[in-house]
């Protein structure tokens, strides 16, 4: 037996993935022995990558910064029978929000979050009591692009951020040599259908940077066709995944 470097339960020697907090411990020595907390105590590694430092983990956080609760939209417990309404509240609200991945399950899934993390509005990432944890933010569209510049640029740099595990076949390019761990959660568009779209497909990021129309916003979106990635904008009322880069 052997610990887990993240959470410190034992887990098989042989074992890639531990059991307990379901990271990928094979590459533990690709992160910073530094832990960030957020507000609700979850605990998130730190990888560097050239001259940024981004999380290694999707943002799972229930509060803003200054302790105001979150509402959280997610509304049925069962993706395989009991697929929830057009959700009406998501694709009606401004203010922010988030959604549990992949529902609101309390046995079953409740691992997801910690493996996938939480899915939010645009709104609540623009919130001025702040998303992050303290002395971090949501990068801008343009430190999406400094990452993937010095990853070797657009055509290549998504197989350097994509994790080997959880895709759909093919999953060009995977490596995860950068330690990012991208996880292809797919998303809630604003326009789509009820349920979550591209799970085990597409990976999407939010960006803090709005469009030119002001009801979109950038984020970066990563394929399981492609070791490319690509800037492309969602509404804001989109449900999509969070990561954060230090100050």
Request: hydrophobic fraction near 30%; glycine fraction near 10%.
């Amino acid at each position: 037996m052997k610990k887990c470097p993240y959470c410190a339960e034992e887990i098989q020697e042989e074992a890639y993935k531990c059991s307990h907090c379901k990271e990928y411990v094979g590459d533990s020595d690709i992160y910073e022995t530094e832990k960030v907390v957020d507000f609700d105590g979850n605990e998130y590694s730190i990888v560097k990558i050239g001259n940024q430092k981004w999380l290694a983990h999707n943002l799972r956080v229930t509060h803003y910064r200054n302790g105001d609760p979150i509402p959280d939209l997610t509304v049925s417990c069962d993706p395989l029978f009991n697929p929830p309404p057009l959700h009406s509240a998501w694709k009606s609200t401004t203010k922010g929000a988030y959604h549990n991945y992949p529902y609101n399950c309390v046995e079953e899934y409740q691992d997801y979050t910690i493996t996938f993390g939480r899915m939010y509005n645009w709104y609540a990432v623009d919130d001025p009591r702040g998303l992050s944890p303290e002395g971090w933010h949501i990068p801008t569209s343009e430190e999406w692009g400094e990452l993937a510049n010095y990853l070797g640029g657009d055509r290549i740099a998504g197989g350097k951020l994509k994790s080997k595990y959880d895709w759909n076949k093919p999953n060009v390019g995977a490596t995860n040599e950068s330690g990012f761990r991208a996880l292809p959660c797919g998303t809630l568009m604003h326009g789509g259908g009820s349920n979550i779209e591209g799970g085990g497909i597409v990976a999407e990021f939010w960006s803090s940077s709005e469009t030119i129309n002001s009801t979109n916003a950038w984020e970066q979106n990563l394929n399981h066709n492609s070791q490319g990635v690509w800037l492309k904008w969602s509404r804001k009322k989109s449900l999509i995944n969070v990561r954060c880069v230090k100050d």
